[in-house]
């Protein structure tokens, strides 16, 4: 099995990012994110999203909807073509959680723990894995757990991140850039 793995932000990265996405009806998928993927399991990664939830810290949704959505979302990659390895989320907010909820986490990035328990679960390696993330806790947590590559989607953060990334304009350009380094 593979021992590395191409960490995918959720919201801006796989799916438009909309605040608090929690409804089938309002997902819509980033262009490129299909042969994105596809791209990288043929190269051999393995598929993780990793995402932050504060919609239900906040009580927004619950853990439950989330993963109804995500169940919903893995069928629909699935139907094209697109196997997620795992689905990993923080559904904690130091400031803003509810009750259970309000605290910090090291799995809340920009801390690594949700790319640091991808690696023990699945034996992966970090030092050969990649990260595309559209904010700069994406970068931090990607570059805090030693991957060998981070990258930045435009769009989101307007005045760019600190740390170790590449910044690209579209799923596309990250998609050459795995098929031109492996």
């Not at 051999?44 to 932050?52: C, E, K």
């Not at 803003?96 to 801390?111: A, S």
């Not at 700069?136 to 590559?149: K, T, V, Y």
Request: charged letters at 25%.
């Amino acid at each position: 099995m593979s021992k590395r793995a191409l960490f995918l932000d959720r919201d801006g990265v796989v799916n438009v990012e909309i605040g608090y996405l929690h409804r089938i009806e309002d997902v819509r998928f980033v262009p490129g994110i299909f042969s994105l993927c596809r791209t990288a399991m043929r190269l051999g990664y393995r598929l993780m999203i990793v995402t932050n939830q504060a919609g239900i810290a906040r009580g927004y949704y619950t853990e439950a909807d989330f993963e109804s959505l995500m169940f919903w979302m893995r069928g629909e990659l699935r139907a094209q073509g697109v196997e997620l390895d795992a689905v990993y989320y923080c559904p904690y907010h130091p400031e803003h959680g509810v009750g259970e909820y309000k605290r910090e986490h090291e799995d809340r990035k920009p801390g690594p723990g949700m790319l640091k328990k991808a690696a023990q679960e699945f034996g992966l390696t970090l030092a050969e894995s990649v990260m595309v993330g559209d904010r700069c806790s994406d970068i931090a947590a990607a570059n805090a757990a030693g991957l060998r590559q981070a990258f930045l989607l435009v769009g989101t953060e307007e005045k760019g991140c600190q740390g170790d990334h590449i910044v690209v304009a579209d799923l596309a350009e990250m998609e050459r850039w795995l098929v031109e380094k492996g």
